[in-house]
């Protein structure tokens, strides 16, 4: 049963994932190509998702969309996992004053609603795909952190690291070839939960026009036309959101099916 | 318990500081002073208002003085005018207030009155018919972006059906009604944005309280309560029930900066003017002073929730009061 979760999961994220590597062989148009002859058309064979109020073709811009958004999912993931995996460590592994330092502010960024440190950071430096992935690695670690940390607290205990300590292996030792791999279980969990979250974020920021900037393609910003299309044009709203929301739902079944596996 | 709420009190302090100094530091991030950026991203913004910029956050002194000087201001609730309309910052967000707390508090009401019976039906009968029904909605929900179903129920039922407005929070001839007919009006404008913001919490906590739902059946103290022959009606609400609903009230507080969050989102789509559709403009307007006191304001409501939800927390499970007095 937890298996089909795990494999329904990884079928989907891995079939977005090979339309976003294959994006120029297999995409029929080129994603920014205007076209003033075939505005708002719906889904027909020659355009199989319709195309937009600029003549673009829906079905082209989402899979490049799908390198865009996924790419600044993993990313800022990755981003994410490497703040929280080194602060969680030290703040696991020396405890005392670093580790009431690191919760500390742990805490405090735990405080600020991410949307809203996302906004205002995108305010000031320019929204670029760059920066979208960076400012949403830089906010979302806090959880990996925390992870981290308690995962290390129960391991330290246990006799293979106090033997590790006991024969004097540097703490660089203990930490990297010890503890965090022996806490990866959970935090791959958390991670893929992450890529979920940051696609959702980065989706959310491109429909507000503060995320990926058009003409570049992202699931997101295909939505930004969506509202002043309501009831003229369907295909528009309903396959770049069926795309968040099968991906999203990938990456839960993944790590639902993780969960239990690891126990 | 009082020397516990003191205790978590004087908590904020430090918390606070870390606040104002990582909304201090944001704006202090962009390369140069933002004051030139702002004058490079708008040309409108005379030499003037660049001058009144450089004055109020006093960018020609050393950065701690200036933070100090900001703090000091901060307290006195004087965040400065707004760059649009140049009226000041605290009455623009007091006037913002009320509608945003009204949705979110809307929200945290119907999750919470949706999302226990949920996950305790659930609980009871797991992996049985209703408990997967639930599943799968769970799921759905934990994937659904919001604006997305936003767009889908507008659609559905503003425009196909023709029953709910889809934007805005009254009609325009909203002064003619009386009492009842305002609040109804009102009542209809809402339902959408309240059903939106409430989507991604119903899923959580349904989860949640499935979850720790099941775990107090396991607890000894229910094989005692079903041995001594209490009746499963008994077993269930007094003595699993009341456990298991315990950790839910720190989750209600857990899920306040998700919801002022999402309501930047919905507060946008449905054109809401509350404080999340004024952050939005706010951003897209380069509105510094506004986006800083905005961002403030967010991390304060969230402290103070989760506070509340402690205290509350301790109040209902003394237990925890006094384990920290240890």
């Known amino acids: 049963m937890r298996n089909k979760l795990l494999f329904t999961g990884l079928i989907i994220i891995l079939f977005f994932s090979i339309i976003a590597i294959l994006a120029p062989l297999i995409s029929p148009y080129n994603p920014s190509e205007i076209d003033a002859d075939s505005l708002l058309v719906p889904p027909s064979p020659r355009h199989l998702l319709g195309t937009d109020s600029l003549g673009r073709d829906i079905l082209s811009r989402m899979i490049y969309g799908a390198r865009i958004s996924l790419s600044i999912g993993f990313i800022a993931v990755g981003i994410a996992l490497a703040i929280g995996l080194v602060l969680g460590a030290l703040a696991g592994f020396y405890g005392g004053l670093i580790d009431a330092l690191i919760m500390r502010f742990v805490d405090i960024m735990l405080c600020f609603p991410t949307f809203f440190l996302i906004l205002a950071v995108v305010a000031i430096l320019e929204p670029s795909i760059f920066n979208i992935m960076v400012i949403i690695g830089l906010t979302s670690w806090m959880g990996t952190a925390r992870l981290v940390r308690a995962e290390i607290l129960s391991l330290k205990e246990r006799e293979f690291i106090q033997a590790e300590i006991a024969i004097g292996a540097s703490d660089f030792r203990i930490i990297t070839r010890h503890l965090i791999p022996n806490a990866l279980g959970p935090v791959l969990v958390s991670a893929i939960l992450g890529i979920a979250g940051a696609i959702l974020l980065e989706s959310g920021l491109s429909f507000l026009g503060l995320g990926v900037q058009p003409p570049t393609a992202s699931w997101g910003n295909i939505l930004i036309e969506a509202k002043s299309t309501l009831g003229v044009a369907w295909w528009i709203t309903i396959f770049p959101g069926l795309a968040i929301l099968i991906t999203i739902l990938g990456f839960n079944l993944i790590a639902e099916g993780l969960k239990e596996k690891l126990g | ?326």
């Open chain 2, 1 to 326: 318990m009082l020397s516990y709420i003191i205790r978590r009190l004087l908590g904020i302090i430090p918390l606070l500081l870390g606040i104002t100094i990582i909304s201090f530091s944001i704006i202090h991030l962009a390369p140069g002073k933002p004051t030139t950026i702002q004058q490079a991203l708008n040309p409108k913004v005379s030499l003037e208002v660049r001058e009144r910029l450089d004055k109020l956050y006093g960018l020609d002194k050393p950065l701690y003085v200036q933070y100090i000087n900001w703090l000091g201001r901060l307290v006195k609730l004087d965040l400065g005018r707004s760059f649009g309309d140049d009226r000041l910052v605290v009455d623009k967000i007091l006037e913002r207030i009320p509608i945003t707390l009204v949705i979110n508090l809307l929200s945290l009401f119907f999750i919470f009155i949706i999302a226990v019976p949920l996950g305790v039906k659930s609980a009871l009968k797991p992996n049985q018919a209703f408990d997967k029904y639930v599943t799968i909605f769970v799921f759905l929900g934990f994937a659904m972006p919001t604006f997305w179903l936003a767009l889908l129920l507008m659609n559905l039922f503003g425009i196909q059906l023709a029953w709910l407005p889809i934007s805005g929070i009254k009609s325009l001839d909203f002064e003619y009604f009386n009492i009842w007919g305002k609040i109804g009006d009102l009542s209809r404008h809402l339902i959408l944005p309240v059903i939106v913001s409430s989507i991604g919490g119903l899923a959580g906590i349904s989860r949640y309280m499935r979850s720790s739902m099941i775990e107090a059946l396991a607890q000894p103290y229910i094989y005692t309560a079903r041995a001594k022959g209490l009746p499963e009606k008994s077993v269930v609400y007094k003595h699993a029930f009341r456990n298991a609903i315990l950790p839910i009230v720190t989750i209600l507080g857990l899920s306040i900066p998700g919801l002022l969050g999402g309501s930047v989102i919905f507060e946008s789509i449905f054109a809401i003017p509350g404080i999340g559709r004024l952050f939005y403009e706010a951003v897209m307007m380069r509105d510094y002073p506004l986006i800083m006191a905005e961002v403030v304001l967010g991390a304060v409501l969230t402290m103070f929730g989760n506070l509340i939800a402690d205290i509350a927390y301790a109040y209902v499970d003394p237990r925890i009061g006094y384990k920290n007095e240890k």
